[in-house]
């Protein structure tokens, strides 16, 4: 019921679908370029629609009665933004501890123009081990879904060229607010250690 329900809200908004349930158990799901907050709204659907149970973090303040039962319910994970640090160790210990289990993320981690895109989304894949599957909204084209599927190969920039390369013909609603596809230049050299601990909560 809820399914169809969402795949109607997407035909009476006229859009498009692309893309299903994916066929590995676990895998990070990222969704680009992130400009507006509608971004969230269709990407939400969508999975509704297609019935992928994708996890994702939303800051603690939003799960107050009785929103917090439409977040549990869509996937929402309340991260207390005090303690931002420890989101991607927190995301690759959901991996470890599930059979099967999907986490979404927007790599930008904000509406507003950067220098590019965070790390987080690929440390999980890379420390978790798990393929990386590329979601878009294209807005000219009024298409939404997922495309792509990434196999990190702990090469950074060859990976990431493979994301620009997919990302290079969607448009987002609001173009001057997307950030370029690259990793943010603080961010995408790993030091001997490992990389150095951040977040990727969005603003929204």
Known sequence: MIRALARFILFIAGWTAVGGAPSVPKAVYIAAPHTSNWDGIWALTFKVAVGI??????????????????????????????????????????????????FGLAPEGTRSLRDGWKTGFYRIAIEANVPIYLGFLDYPSKRVGVGARLDPTG??????????????????????????????????????????????????
Request: hydrophobic content about 40%.
């Open 53 to 102: 149970d994708v996890k994702f973090f939303a800051k603690d303040s939003l799960f107050w009665f009785p929103l917090d039962i439409l977040l549990r319910a869509l996937g929402g994970i309340p991260l207390n933004r005090s303690r931002a640090n420890s989101a991607v160790s927190r995301a690759v210990e959901m991996f470890a501890t599930h059979d099967s289990f999907y």
């Open 155 to 204: 090469d950074m920039e060859a990976d990431l060229k493979v994301c620009a390369d997919f990302y290079a013909g969607i448009e987002a609603r609001w173009p001057e607010k997307a950030s370029p596809v690259r990793f943010s230049q603080a961010k995408k050299t790993a030091p001997k250690g490992g990389f150095p601990d951040e977040t990727d909560s969005s603003d929204r």
